[in-house]
């Protein structure tokens, strides 16, 4: 079985990680694929949930994918809300199965100033329980499909708005006099940052904000909008960040 996912932040890295662990399934970075693929056998997706949709690199994906697959199933995670989602993956590929799993928000543009640890555990406790009631699904094969389809159309205006705003997202990045030219934002999942004699950033933003998150001099801001606020780093990934970064 193979597990394509894409991850900013570690989280769905995270998931996909444990289903892999306990399905024995090969883990593929979405961002690593170049060009169409065909999927045979069991396969399976992993994706964070940007804006009530799925981020653009998968979207582009889904699209190329050829669905031969005897089994394949769909996992969202998602920090908020993730709304009518699975509407829009649904309308990209036919999975058999989906489901959500709630985790710690990552959003360094709008998460407040300070983190509730002990919330963010509970939250990990109960990603766990799910992670393992979906793994026991994966294994026989369950179907089940998540649709809410009032709720995709309601929000869609936020989510195109968002996926184009991401695009021009380079104007609003910047570097602060804490940088030290580390080149671990080099990092970004899609190769759009680059560091020379300073970091400059290109036009294939996904908005993961793992530039932001994983610098480890907290260097990188966005606009106002990220100054003093905290930047989120999966632990469970962040002590082995084999696969990741």
Known sequence: MKIYYFS?????????RQI????????????????????????GVVSPCYAFGIPNIVV??????????????????YGGYYGGTFKQVNK?????YNNAIKMPGSDSVFMRKSVNIE???????EADKKTVEIIK?????????????????????????????????????RTTDK????????SCPVDNITVTDRVVWGNKCEGCLRCINYCPFEAIEYKKSTIGKIRYR????????????
């Open 137 to 173: 699904d994966i294994k026989v094969n369950r179907k089940k499909k998540i649709f809410r389809s009032f709720e995709y159309y309601l929000l869609l205006p936020i989510y195109l708005l968002s996926i184009w705003y991401f695009k021009g997202a380079k104007r609003g990045f």
């Open 234 to 245: 999966n632990p469970r990934v962040e002590k082995s960040r084999e696969g990741f970064l």
């Open 179 to 186: 940088c030290v030219l580390c080149g671990v934002c080099e």
């Open 92 to 96: 990209l590929l036919d999975f058999d």
């Open 60 to 77: 582009n994906f889904l699209k190329k994918l050829e669905n031969k697959s005897s089994f394949s199933f769909f996992i969202l995670t």
């Open 119 to 125: 919330k963010n555990n509970k939250i990990f406790k």
């Open 20 to 43: 892999a662990k306990k399905t024995k399934a090969e883990l593929i970075d979405i961002a690593s694929i170049k060009g169409d693929i065909k999927v045979e056998g069991k396969v």
């Open 8 to 16: 900013g932040s570690g989280n769905s890295y995270d998931i996909a």
